[in-house]
């Protein structure tokens, strides 16, 4: 006997359905999703600038870095549904934007973009021509996690500004528009170089690739050298997979300590040995 259970029947004899969904809305609904499913992070969102041609450069901050908690979760969804298409995808210009985020550096691009400006959040109040470092403590986790839906176009205008990080050749190279993109080298230099010097340890920024609709050996190259993964997506349910393993790669960090124990002489209780123990718990996938 062939047993069938009645919602086989059912999907198996219906004529079925399809739902047609552009790229936007698909990241838009994902990023719904995972919004609401992340907590204990804070996150700052950019998006690429929507000038046409030759006058598109870089990108700028739509929402400051925050803690994402209930009230910055509806913010930030209101901020991406309320995006539209269109634009062209300066991938290398917007990664040196955020490095001069991290860096604390004067804003580039962010005050000369369409249809809006960096968010006041992100700008220093003593200069607000200048970002406001993210980074305040010396242990860290930082990350960039970039989506495009397409090759770089339009993004040699950082090119020199690129070249005059401090110590960039040294640490990534010579790079071009012209020749390939300056994406994977600033990626290189933002996980290889102590990106705020006056913090104790190197600083460094891990950068994480997603590929929308589109598989480039440059997007590839980028997350090899920033230190993170690479991700290809078509639907929406790969999109949330990458997504989701993205954070769990980001949040798989040594985050749960416990007080320092000092051993007691065994042989002589008014004494202590010259060791200190700290116990560290690492977060499990599962």
């Not at 979760?73 to 549904?81: E, G, I, N, Q």
């Not at 403590?137 to 205008?157: A, H």
């Not at 010097?197 to 460094?204: L, S």
């Amino acid at each position: 006997y062939t047993l069938f259970s009645g919602n086989y029947l059912n999907w198996k004899n219906s004529s079925g359905s399809s739902t047609t969904k552009t790229r936007l809305e698909i990241v838009q609904e994902v990023f719904s999703d995972v919004i609401d499913s992340t907590s204990g992070v804070n996150a700052a969102l950019m998006r690429f600038d929507n000038k046409s041609q030759s006058y598109n450069k870089g990108g700028y901050f739509i929402q400051p870095m925050q803690e994402l908690n209930d009230t910055s979760r509806a913010t930030f969804k209101t901020s991406v549904d309320a995006l539209s298409p269109g634009g062209y995808t300066p991938l290398a210009e917007t990664m040196y934007e955020a490095a001069r985020y991290f860096r604390g550096e004067g804003v580039e691009f962010g005050d000369d973009t369409d249809p809006g400006t960096n968010h006041t959040g992100v700008l220093d109040p003593a200069d607000t021509s200048s970002y406001k470092t993210p980074i305040e403590f010396q242990c860290q986790q930082k990350s960039i996690v970039r989506l495009t839906d397409g090759e770089p176009t339009y993004d040699s205008n950082a090119d020199s500004l690129i070249q005059a990080l401090p110590d960039f050749n040294n640490v990534a190279g010579n790079c071009s528009f012209s020749g390939d993109d300056c994406l994977d080298e600033v990626a290189h230099y933002l996980h290889e170089y102590d990106q705020i010097g006056a913090i104790e340890d190197d600083q460094t920024v891990t950068s994480y690739m997603i590929g929308f609709h589109t598989d480039q050996t440059l997007l590839r190259d980028a997350a090899r050298k920033g230190g993170g993964s690479y991700f290809t997506a078509d639907n929406t349910g790969e999109l949330t997979t990458a997504f989701t393993k993205i954070l769990t790669e980001i949040l798989a960090v040594n985050t749960t300590f416990v007080a320092p124990a000092v051993p007691v002489n065994a042989f002589n209780r008014l004494t202590h040995r010259d060791e200190l123990y700290f116990a560290l718990f690492r977060p499990d996938r599962n």
